[in-house]
């Protein structure tokens, strides 16, 4: 079945980097466009990033020149480089498909940003 495993978050002071990994399982991989997602306390979910399976880019404009997304085919593993990260990045981050996500999502990985 589609899994999810997300992974890397954790507290971080502001102007920090982190790097987030998901591991996903049970899709055709490499055909699919790919996506982070996240999800701040009270707020909806909402989509931060994803890459084509040609590797196009697309960015949420709130994080657009801090973060980069990028995918491994093989090991079927997409990647969130958060650099300079601010307090509204706070959430936990999921990733899924882009453009319609699968029903089934993971636990999420918590990114706090916090002096």
């Known amino acids: 079945q589609v899994q999810f495993v997300e992974s890397g978050g954790g507290l971080v002071q502001p102007g920090g980097s982190l790097r987030l990994s998901c591991a996903a399982s049970?899709?055709?991989?490499?055909?699919?466009?790919m996506a982070w997602y996240r999800q701040a306390p009270g707020k909806q979910r909402e989509l931060v990033a994803t890459?084509?399976?040609?590797?196009?880019?697309m960015y949420a404009d709130s994080v657009k020149g801090r973060f980069t997304i990028s995918r491994d085919n093989a090991e079927t593993t997409v990647y969130l480089q958060m650099n300079s990260l601010k307090p509204e990045d706070t959430a936990v981050y999921y990733c899924?498909?882009?453009?319609?996500?699968?029903?089934?999502w993971g636990q999420g990985t918590q990114v706090t940003v916090s002096s």
């Open positions: 899924n498909r882009g453009g319609l996500p699968f029903r089934s």
């Open positions: 049970g899709i055709i991989f490499s055909g699919l466009t």
């Open positions: 890459i084509s399976s040609s590797r196009i880019t």
